[in-house]
Structures are given as structure tokens and as C-alpha cells.
């Protein structure tokens, strides 16, 4: 059992830096600059703090969540590539580091919300890959790498691939849970099948309270 830190790359816990720092500031008021060396200078120093003062087992990677910079210096880089590359210069500081640190990647944010990454985007992914243990492609909305697509993607990723278990389901609380219960287990179990036969050897389901009965189902 490894306890994982969820870290923030360039967003996520950075608002009070980026209104106190001009230097690292973009039009993004939630995300830093992701071309000027003074974000990652502030981005070490957070690794940094964490690895001396904490024991955790390893890192969960999220760049994309909260949006990016865009900056003309930022701008032409495309989604993939931009927060590819976040994640992998982190992933790589991590590495040298802490070289026994478990490392992955969640795409969350990575791209709108039914869209795929373009194939000529893979090189981006496939070049972060060499830096982390595994890599998730949470699909609870959709996917982002294009299913059909996934075994030769799976096969050119130089660490695991993942998921988050499939769509989710959180209905409304008033219903009666067999009428979603039954159908979305056997959607799941039938998603971790595929996932297997692709080459997929990595699940991140998202856990909480089991009062919540899609969080139960997960759990189980």
C-alpha cells in the first residue's frame, strides 16, 4: 500500500503565488505561466518541500484540470503538447529525486470534454510516458485516447496505461438503486475486460462516501 500526494503541475493550490507574483503571472488567474522560468522555480520549491518533509509513496501528476496558460509565448503549443510537457519535466525533477517514487499522470482536463488526442499528438504522450509508472486516461466523461486506437497506443507507451473504470453514474439519490445498479456493474466489468485486452494494467477509481451508491459500486 503506497500512499500517492495528489500535486498540483503549474495549478491547483497556486492562486495566492500567482496574485502575489507577477513574474509568474498569465492570463489565467489559476494557473502559472508555463514559459517563464520563475513558475518553475516555484514548482521545485513545492517538490522540493514536499520530499523533505514528507515520507509519501509516490506522485499523482495533474497539470490540466483547472485550464492553462495563454500567453503568446504559450498559446501555440497545443493542449497535449503543453501539458506534456508540464508533467513530464516534473515527472522527471520527481524521478531524479525520488527514485523509488511511484509516478502517474491523470489527462484530466486535457483536452474538451468528446474529444481524442490527434494522432500526431502521441509523440507528446508517449515522450511523458518515459518519465512515470502510468498513465490514466480517466474516461468518466469520455475518452481521450480513441478507443478503436487504444491497443497501438497502448503498445507504444513506454509505462502502464489506465483508466478511470469506465463511465460513472451518479444518479439522483431518490431512485431505487436497482434501476442503474445492475446494468452499470456489468458496463464496468465489461469496460476492465477491454481495458485488460488492450494491454491496459492500471485502474484510478475515484473514491468518497458510500453513502453516495455509485462511489459503493466503485469501491466494490
Sequence with gaps: ??????LGVYSWGFDEIIARDAAVRG??????CGSRPESWAWMTRIVDYLLNEFDF???HLEASDLGRCSCSACAPESNTAYYSRLNARTAEYLRKAAPEAMLMVNMC???PRGTTVPRQDWPHLIDLGRHLDFLVDPGHTSPFVEPAARREFIQALPCAFG??????VY???RWNRLRWFI???ARTGRHLEDLHADGGRAVEYYMGPIANPGTEVNIA
Design 1 to 6: 500500500l503506497k500512499v500517492l500526494y495528489g
Design 27 to 32: 492570463p489565467h488567474p489559476q494557473a502559472l
Design 57 to 59: 509513496g509516490g506522485f
Design 109 to 111: 482536463g486535457y483536452l
Design 163 to 168: 483508466t478511470s473504470g469506465g463511465i460513472w
Design 171 to 173: 444518479p439522483p439519490q
Design 183 to 185: 446494468p452499470y456493474t
